[in-house]
């Protein structure tokens, strides 16, 4: 999944939220409405956009996080293999579920910041585990995809 579009593009300033999950990375009550990108790089040149790909990515990221979440507290075990979104880099693969959902939320509402916010590696390295995961979820399970777009609208 490709999280890049041309700046100024649409901002869904929808909350982002999980059914049943109290966590909110955007302020709930606003309508699209158009900002220039927020989380920058190489000297302001390249920017993450505020648009629909960027917001389903880090949807999709956090529902699959909070699934884990939810799957090995029911378990009650910790997990063998690396789980959640930032098991798609290797140096951040270790970090706990609840640390990778705080580390996502802070990341997102930097880039919904109105001001500049150049990126930090870690920034980087969220946006990307959050747009492999999301790409990951849409190629192998678009039902997924489909319900959380069915629910948003209802």
């Not at 747009?131 to 069915?150: F, Y």
Request: charged content about 20%; hydrophobic content about 40%; some cysteine.
């Amino acid at each position: 999944m490709n999280c890049s579009s041309a700046q100024g593009d649409a901002v869904p300033s929808r909350p982002l939220t999980i059914r049943g999950h109290p966590r909110v990375l955007t302020p709930p009550g606003h309508q699209f409405r158009t900002i220039a990108s927020m989380l920058t790089c190489y000297g302001d040149t390249m920017r993450l956009p505020q648009n629909d790909l960027a917001y389903v990515a880090f949807r999709l990221a956090l529902q699959e996080t909070l699934t884990d979440i939810e799957l090995y507290r029911d378990l009650e075990e910790e997990p063998d293999v690396p789980t959640g979104y930032l098991s798609e880099v290797p140096f951040l693969e270790q970090v706990p579920l609840p640390v990778q959902v705080d580390l996502l939320a802070e990341t997102w509402a930097r880039h919904r910041q109105p001001d500049l916010i150049e990126a930090s590696l870690l920034d980087a390295a969220i946006v990307y585990a959050a747009c492999k995961t999301a790409g990951r979820i849409i190629n192998d399970m678009p039902e997924v995809v489909v319900a959380e777009a069915s629910e948003l609208h209802t």
